[in-house]
């Protein structure tokens, strides 16, 4: 290449450059570029949305239905070939089944009922048979109504969401009776000939489980290449099931269980939250207070992301339930997903021996609220098991929770022993403590903790002797504070003046809204939680008076004690009926105890026991002794050294 060569490409270069600048537009009239092709983009998504809101419209009659027999009824509106052409050119391949009649199948045995649409081939209802609202009518987890159920995903560049499709039974029968045997009812969705996506449901008798398969034939064509998962959504309003809307509410929530791993939940108090699940999961609970929807992969999904809002108070649902799945697709020719279904009971017989696979922990009782660490422990290996003992042999659940009151309070009898004596051996020695606060004064009150100390010791009493019997028995305590609410067995089980042990028992019931009462309170007044109150106060008073030493020491406990019962008056007001039963129980079997075993203490001789210990020379604990040894040892060898 010569020079002048050279020359003549740098100036063609110089040329373009200046060309480019000179017609670079401005700032301005690029912002103004940039706007336009924002507004057509978004002119052009409206129109897209039209025709598809357009033509679903067309496809489904004033309930979401297109009855083709109407179509026949009506030539002049609805006989229109360029319209139902356009349905189908909106749908592809998928056009003929965006066109049908929505029709219903039940699927049943002894314990639940599922209707299934051919409308998405879904769930329209679940019954359980055994069981019924609070009010007696019939008990649906779910409606037709209110619910959505099925996949998104995209087919020759167009959006297929087979909610909205029309699925055809396969050899199903209108109403199919699994009590004797296991049945199947198989629905499929048309893409053609030969192509299909095909849902399958099996139901076996006296089980709670059924299970849902998702097979994808012919789909590899369809579906759009490079496509590594579907989209599965699945929305619920969850219906109020129970006597009293905002305890049920506080404890309706979605749970889920990772891959191999926990299982994790939303906060269920809170008025709305969500989360995205990153990692696979195992299966997705929709739970409420004693009934759940748990949908559970053989194998698992991909991610997920879950999220729940609260409806208006004492409405007709509690919350909204979304979960928006992703489902691995290999994009074969013939794949299947396969899961299960449970609707059923929150009872913890049942749900620890719900599997799919025998070596795999679903671990569905952590939907139970038992309470964590030591309080489910107890909850689990000690009270389940009691009360499903006692069950056994009585139907009566007011008398199962007495008798259950009783056995708890007779283990728990040598502790409360032991509390007590040393109370009373904490108040022989108030008249000393006395003496000691009025010899030395209160400004040098860590020479009065030391004398005070020196005379327990020298008296052989531990001043913590009366709580640590106590705070063994709070565990358990609080174990059936999380107990009664959660177990399904109390619902709907009356006793004396309560319909049902599982929600709160009303003498007294008002509509008005008394501002901060019914807030706080509630619009009732429960006769057990009264009860539970007053045995406190009794159960306080008692206490007291055997606890003067220890009140000496803590003179604000008192008050404390008092201020309890009072707050528990608020707070039990609107819980279990069997909770509060079960404390009022608890309270009085205390107070028995109290009366008897103060009839077999003597305080002059507890007194005269304590004078004898402060005679005695004193042992040495092993911790000193081995102190004292180590150093004589150190000693000895430090004069060997010398």
Not at 437 to 451: G, H, T
Request: charged letters at 25%.
């Amino acid at each position: 290449m010569d020079r002048n060569q050279i020359i003549g490409i740098v100036l063609i270069a110089v040329i373009l450059i200046a060309y480019s600048i000179y017609t670079k537009p401005t700032q301005e009239e690029a912002e103004k570029a940039r706007q336009e092709r924002i507004s057509r983009d978004s002119l052009q998504r409206v129109q897209d949305e039209l025709d598809r809101q357009n033509a679903a419209q067309f496809a489904n009659t004033e309930n979401g239905i297109l009855n083709q027999e109407t179509i026949r009824e009506n030539d002049s509106t609805l006989l229109d070939t360029a319209r139902i052409n356009q349905i189908k050119e909106t749908y592809g391949s998928f056009g003929e089944s965006a066109v049908g009649e929505q029709e219903f199948y039940t699927l049943e045995n002894d314990l639940i009922k599922m209707i299934i649409s051919t409308k998405g081939g879904r769930p329209y209802s679940v019954e359980m048979k055994n069981h019924q609202r609070y009010d007696s009518t019939t008990l649906l987890l779910f409606d037709g109504d209110a619910t959505v159920f099925g996949m998104n995903f995209f087919a020759e560049n167009r959006k297929i969401s087979t909610n909205d499709l029309f699925f055809k039974a396969i050899e199903t029968q209108v109403k199919t009776d699994a009590t004797g045997s296991e049945k199947k009812a198989v629905f499929r969705l048309y893409a053609g000939e030969y192509k299909y996506i095909e849902y399958t449901y099996k139901i076996k008798p006296g089980s709670y489980l059924i299970d849902f398969d998702i097979r994808f034939f012919g789909m590899d064509k369809l579906i759009s290449l490079g496509t590594n998962y579907i989209d599965f959504n699945w929305y619920v309003n969850a219906p109020s099931l129970e006597k009293g809307w905002s305890w049920e509410n506080q404890n309706t929530g979605i749970y889920w269980k990772y891959f191999q791993d926990e299982v994790d939940w939303l906060t269920e108090t809170s008025d709305a939250d969500d989360e995205v699940l990153t990692t696979k999961v195992k299966w997705i609970a929709f739970k409420q207070q004693f009934f759940s929807s748990v949908l559970i992969a053989k194998t698992a999904m991909l991610n997920a992301k879950v999220e729940h809002e609260n409806f208006e108070e004492n409405s007709k649902y509690l919350k909204k339930f979304n979960a928006n799945i992703s489902l691995p697709f290999d994009g074969t020719s013939d794949e299947k997903i396969e899961f299960s279904y449970y609707f059923g009971p929150n009872q913890y017989s049942i749900l620890n021996n719900i599997h799919i696979d025998e070596n795999d922990d679903l671990n569905l009782t952590k939907m139970i609220p038992l309470g964590w660490g030591i309080f489910g422990w107890i909850n689990r290996f000690a009270i389940i098991p009691l009360f499903n003992f006692l069950g056994g042999f009585m139907s009566n659940y007011g008398l199962i929770i007495l008798v259950m009151t009783v056995l708890i309070k007779l283990i728990l009898f040598p502790f409360t022993y032991k509390s007590y004596a040393s109370s009373a051996k904490m108040r022989v020695l108030k008249p000393q403590i006395d003496a000691i606060n009025e010899k030395i004064p209160k400004d040098k009150s860590m020479e009065r903790q030391q004398a005070t100390m020196a005379l327990y010791k020298k008296a052989g009493v531990n001043p913590m002797g009366g709580c640590l019997p106590m705070l063994f028995q709070m565990p358990i305590l609080i174990a059936m504070y999380r107990f009664f609410p959660a177990s399904i067995e109390l619902r709907q089980q009356p006793f004396l003046w309560a319909t049902d042990l599982s929600s709160y028992d009303a003498i007294v019931t008002w509509t008005t809204h008394i501002p901060l009462i019914s807030d706080f309170y509630g619009n009732h007044v429960s006769l057990f939680t009264l009860l539970m109150a007053v045995s406190m106060i009794f159960s306080t008073k008692l206490n007291s008076s055997q606890m003067q030493g220890a009140n000496a020491q803590m003179p604000g406990m008192k008050t404390m004690m008092y201020m309890m019962p009072v707050m528990m008056l608020f707070w039990f007001n609107k819980y279990s009926a069997g909770l509060s039963y079960y404390y009022f129980l608890s309270n009085l079997i205390t107070v028995g105890q109290t009366i008897i075993i103060r009839r077999f203490v003597d305080d002059d001789a507890v007194l005269k026991k304590l004078n004898e210990n402060k005679k005695k020379p004193k042992k040495k604990s092993k911790f000193q002794s081995r102190l004292e040894d180590m150093a004589k040892q150190r000693g000895y060898q430090d004069k060997k050294k010398k």
